[in-house]
T-cell receptor, first 115, second 110 residues
Framework: DAGITQSPRYKITETGRQVTLMCHQT?????MFWYRQDLGHGLRLIYY???????DKGEVPDGYVVSRSKTENFPLTLESATRSQTSVYFC??????????????FGDGTRLSIL | KNQVEQSPQSLIILEGKNCTLQ??????????LRWYKQDTGRGPVSLTI?????NTKSNGRYTATLDADTKQSSLHITASQLSDSASYIC?????????FGAGTTVTVRA
């Protein structure tokens, strides 16, 4: 039962570089989400996807790009990394849109440091 | 300003003792409230969910309460174990939007 996996788990890069965080789920869930978690703040939604080729912005989308060509994959790209994007990034998935019906299942995160 | 405030920010308890975590929210309207447990270096895992009409929900040694009138929820941990050391996150659900609290870090010491 692989569930939802994120890679890499840790990444260090420099400002201005492009970096892609990977997310893969084996449940065939329709919905996938990207969050960032910063110290002292709650998780904040960056982007979400309702199905392959359908994506939409969340609360903090600036500086990020997503794609979803296959149901099971939802990569997040920082096109030109900035220090303010240093954070822990979590991918999540769910079968239904309604989070009250079924919880979102989270990966174990990618800790990204931008120097 | 965060619409979900949790307190305390952190606490330390001895193994076997009980503790209560608080969550106050201003999200409106409100449909559901979840508590998540996040172990260090792991993603959050759902513990309980309550609708606005429920007052209490249990999951083993975890009991969540909800007062929708005062917009407060609490998570009570009974007979704590070392494995309860984690961050506990309150999530308020409004339609399809999730608002996350910053979490309470619980450390259980032997």
């Amino acid at each position: 039962d692989a569930g939802i996996t994120q890679s890499p788990r840790y990444k260090i890069t420099e400002t201005g570089r492009q970096v892609t965080l990977m997310c893969h789920q084996t449940w065939s869930h329709s919905y996938m989400f990207w969050y960032r978690q910063d110290l002292g703040h709650g998780l904040r939604l960056i982007y979400y996807s309702a199905a392959a080729d359908i994506t939409d912005k969340g609360e903090v989308p600036d500086g990020y790009v997503v794609s979803r060509s296959k149901t099971e994959n939802f990569p997040l790209t920082l096109e030109s990394a900035t220090r303010s994007q240093t954070s822990v990034y979590f991918c999540a998935s769910s079968k239904y849109r309604d989070p009250g019906n079924q919880p979102q299942h989270f990966g174990d995160g990618t800790r990204l440091s931008i120097l | 300003k965060n619409q979900v405030e949790q307190s305390p920010q952190s606490l330390i308890i001895l193994e076997g003792k009980n503790c209560t975590l608080q969550c106050n929210y201003t999200v409106s309207p409100f449909s559901n409230l979840r508590w998540y447990k996040q172990d260090t270096g792991r993603g959050p895992v759902s513990l309980t969910i309550m609708t606005f009409s429920e007052n209490t929900k249990s999951n083993g040694r975890y009991t969540a309460t909800l007062d929708a009138d005062t917009k407060q929820s609490s998570l009570h941990i009974t007979a704590s174990q070392l494995s309860d050391s984690a961050s506990y996150i309150c999530v308020v659900i409004n339609d399809y939007k999730l608002s996350f609290g910053a979490g309470t870090t619980v450390t259980v010491r032997a």
